[in-house]
């Protein structure tokens, strides 16, 4: 796909002044790494360079670049302009709206705008919507329901046999969360499709052994009992042999991290993948390393200024771990170069870190302190600048959108060429997981997150 599809439509001078298919072409185009000019919309300015009042009656059309602007990088202004006024605009429209269809369509929107939505949900919500319209082609809506509900099963199918594998380990970790649900979760929204239902099965099962692991460091090992068990990890690369080193109380969650990987390495024995293993064993001794340096402040009382925070906060969200291993599990044909790409942290990969950080540092700030008495962004940001809690939710708030340019930069970034879509994509796909949770409240955030499992893994679309 390239520029000329948009060139092709401009042919038509009324699709030329139509806001709804030029923001729709300047979205779809840019969701598939092409570049187009934000200048496309001045038409629609004043000479004043402010938005027409005449698209205030155009409601397809405000939402249309009202989702286009979240597709913006630096120093887009008028895209800036664009997501203020349609949003002033669309929030004062909502309840005076009599069709019902485009009340959801708003609300929808609103809530979560369709590029931050998480793709295996956003498509469920959106085939609701889509019958909705009196437009909508009944045959291609009722292939589409057929086809979320058979992917669906063989989510629920996985999620029975990880469950089975589970229940082996589980007793073993009285003091960790159970949290292979939401893990399995994760992995599909990061990719659903069933060509990557093994690389789901290692995903999954990776994520809820390092859950235990998080808590192993948070709120169970001593400080004392952290050192070898850290430097197990770190030297040996949760080598089974390492585990005589490790402390009586740990050697369960060794044993099962070294099990995991020992399975995993001999798939990949077998279908001459080993090399790819090391890439994902590099990021876990990273985040490994991560939450020691956090077992160290705690120990000392030490609360980093934000940027030491940041730097090893970018690692403890495990994004870094997720998208190498995620990347490494697949089947494809991946080459070397991308994972050296991969583990060099680039832009996109870090600002992915950045967002799901700063947004679970506000949504779960007065648990994790609880949980866990370390400093999240929001105790660093108050001690370093001596602003109030509301000042460091406006700063994380700042970097969050700061992160999406950057992310939005790099995906369009022409010496990615070389870098595979669905790679970029699925860094995306992780940022998005950040935006499961939306309120600043852990407990509704959790209430809304069982809501959500429901919604992927319990309820099929009524055909």
């Known amino acids: ?54 698209l205030t009656k155009d409601v397809q059309g405000l939402l249309s670049i009202y989702e286009a602007a979240h597709l913006r990088v630096h120093g887009e202004e008028i895209l800036e302009q664009a997501l203020s006024f349609t949003l002033t605009n669309l929030e004062s429209m909502g ?14 929107a609103l809530s979560q705008p ?8 956003g498509a469920k919500k959106y085939l609701c919507m889509y019958e909705n319209k009196e437009s909508h082609n009944d045959l291609l809506l009722k292939f589409a329901k057929l086809d979320f509900n058979i992917v669906q099963k063989l989510h629920q199918r996985e999620l029975g046999d990880l469950t089975r594998w589970w229940k082996d380990l589980v007793e073993q970790f009285p003091y960790a969360r159970h949290r292979l649900v939401d893990c399995h979760f994760y992995t599909v929204e990061i990719y659903f499709e069933p060509q990557y239902s093994r690389a789901r099965e290692m995903m999954s099962k990776v994520l809820t052994i390092y859950t235990v692991i998080d808590d192993t460091y948070d709120a169970y090992a001593t400080y004392d009992e952290l050192v070898p068990f850290t430097d197990a990890i770190d030297r040996c690369g949760c080598d089974i042999s390492a585990i005589g080193s490790v402390p009586p109380s740990l050697k369960p969650t060794y044993q099962a991290l070294a099990d995991l990987y020992t399975q995993i390495e001999e798939k990949f024995i077998k279908e001459g993948k080993l090399d790819r293993l090391y890439y994902a064993k590099y990021e876990m001794k990273k985040v490994a390393r991560a939450y020691f340096k956090e077992a160290e402040w705690l120990n000392v009382g030490y ?29 494809e044909s991946i080459a070397k170069e991308t994972f050296e790409w991969m583990i060099n942290e680039p832009l996109i990969l870090r600002a992915s870190s950045t967002i799901n950080r700063l947004k679970g540092d506000c949504i779960g700030h007065n648990l994790e302190q609880q949980r866990k008495h370390i400093a999240s962004f929001i105790e660093c940001y108050m001690k370093e600048f001596g602003g109030s809690k509301q000042d460091a939710y406006a700063e994380a708030q700042k970097k969050i959108t700061n992160a999406w340019k950057n992310m939005n930069t790099d995906f369009l970034c022409s010496t990615h060429d070389k870098v595979l879509t669905f790679v970029l994509e699925l860094v995306i796909n992780i940022a998005r997981l950040a935006y499961i949770f939306k309120e600043n409240d852990f407990a509704s955030a959790q209430s809304e997150f069982k809501d959500k499992i429901t919604l992927l893994f319990v309820e099929p679309v009524n055909v």
């Open 303 to 331: 609360i980093p200024k934000c940027d030491e925070y940041m730097k090893n906060a970018n690692i403890t969200t495990t994004c870094l771990m997720i998208a190498t291993a995620s990347l490494v599990f697949m089947e």
């Open 1 to 54: 796909m390239d520029s000329n599809i948009f060139d092709a439509s401009q042919q038509s001078e009324n699709e030329d002044d139509n806001l709804y298919v030029v923001a729709l072409s300047f979205r779809q185009l840019r969701e598939q790494r092409n570049y187009m000019s934000s200048d496309v919309f001045k038409k629609f300015t004043n000479k004043d360079g402010k938005f027409k009042e005449t």
């Open 95 to 108: 309840p005076k709206f009599s069709n019902s269809s485009l009340k959801a369509q708003v609300s929808e």
């Open 114 to 121: 369709i590029y931050t939505n998480l793709p295996r949900l």
